[in-house]
């Protein structure tokens, strides 16, 4: 059996908040070249897929993957869970690392990190995540905006037959991590709570953040990881402020 490991990134340009968000530019990059950047960083990914919809506005996240030779897969819009297994058979994925390209900033060691410690023989588990259970649970330790969830293709398939809720469907793993008696699931903490640092993009505040944390860390080192950031943000707390009062839909929303 083999052991593909398919870094997944779903893209779309018809965010309700901020359209086209994920091709806007830093630079001479858009925010979805970034991301690419990084997850191709990862020494453990085997492929990186852009995950995005048949509907005609994303023709230009197709365009944008020819031009950055990545590998993409069109599929249902709005049953995003039906695009993520019917894209993850397709690769003959084993594994699926689902990846959001409204968090351009991934620590991509941090990914590699988690890998091995989803496929470590002594915690074998269906569905690690460094973010999404312990978020619905208020316990989250890592900003949103580094979330990382890892999965077999077994138990997407199983997710994508039964699950039947809207926002199952949408936002794609809710049936596994809220059915731990049907899915072995275990999820990463770090030391620090760094809740007071959000590396998203759903509004105009959290653009600009990024924006200027690209512009100040990216000349210095391409690949600037989480540590990069917390450091920046002990020694400058206020450039982190402007958008923390934004709130994240909730399920179902």
Known sequence: ?????????????????????????????????????????????????????????????????????VKFFRGPEQDVLLRYFEAACFFNASHVIRLCSD????DHKLLDEMIVEYLDDKNKCDYYSNFYPAYHSKKHTYPLGMNIEIFSIKALGH??????????????????????DKFSIREKHTNGILKNIRLTIDEEKDFQLIKKLIEILYLNDNLFGLDDIVDLYKKNSNLFEANLSITQKELGQ
């Open 103 to 106: 968090s351009p900033l991934l």
């Open 1 to 69: 059996m083999s052991n593909k490991i398919v870094a997944m990134i779903q893209a779309r340009m018809g965010s309700t908040r901020l359209p086209g968000k994920v091709l806007r530019k830093v630079s001479d990059k858009t925010l979805l070249e970034y991301l690419i950047e990084r997850a191709r960083s990862c020494e453990l990914v085997d492929e990186v897929v852009i995950a995005t919809s048949t509907n005609k506005i994303d023709d230009a996240i197709e365009k944008v993957c020819r031009k950055a030779k």
């Open 159 to 180: 997710a994508n037959k039964i699950a039947i809720k809207n926002y199952e469907r949408e936002h794609v793993t809710p049936y596994i991590y809220m059915n731990p």
